[in-house]
Nanobody, 120 residues
Framework: QVQLVESGGGLVQAGGSLRLSCAAS????????MGWYRQAPGKQRELVAA???????NYADSVKDRFTISRDNAKKTVYLQMNSLKPEDTAVYYC??????????????WGQGTQVTVSS
């Protein structure tokens, strides 16, 4: 069984910073891409940033030059450093990872979500 556990959300003033973490655990053979999505009230879930196992990254236009995704493969952890936060960044942030577990095919997994609130 595979789990993704997020941490690091909270309340911050506009212009501030937060760092999200997401650790994978379980019977993992290989972790492929890892990334972060967010969902604001009344809106669809959207990709924020993603990173392949080889280190290639992809960012939503709205967060480029403000957010940075990174990962520590030894710790099975992905991070999202969020700087210059804006009220429109307020959302529940979800970790996502494509993982091959023992006895299973590659499959997408989601974390439970962590709330990020940016006050103006």
């Amino acid at each position: 069984q595979v789990q993704l556990v997020e941490s690091g959300g909270g309340l911050v003033q506009a212009g501030g910073s937060l760092r999200l973490s997401c650790a994978a655990s379980g019977s993992i053979v290989r972790i492929n891409a890892m990334g972060w999505y967010r969902q604001a009230p009344g809106k669809q879930r959207e990709l924020v940033a993603a990173m392949t196992s080889g280190g290639s990254t992809n960012y939503a236009d709205s967060v480029k030059d403000r957010f940075t995704i990174s990962r520590d493969n030894a710790k099975k952890t992905v991070y999202l450093q969020m700087n210059s936060l804006k009220p429109e960044d307020t959302a529940v942030y979800y970790c996502n990872a494509n993982i091959k577990a023992i006895g299973d095919i590659n499959r997408g997994y989601w974390g439970q979500g962590t709330q990020v609130t940016v006050s103006s």
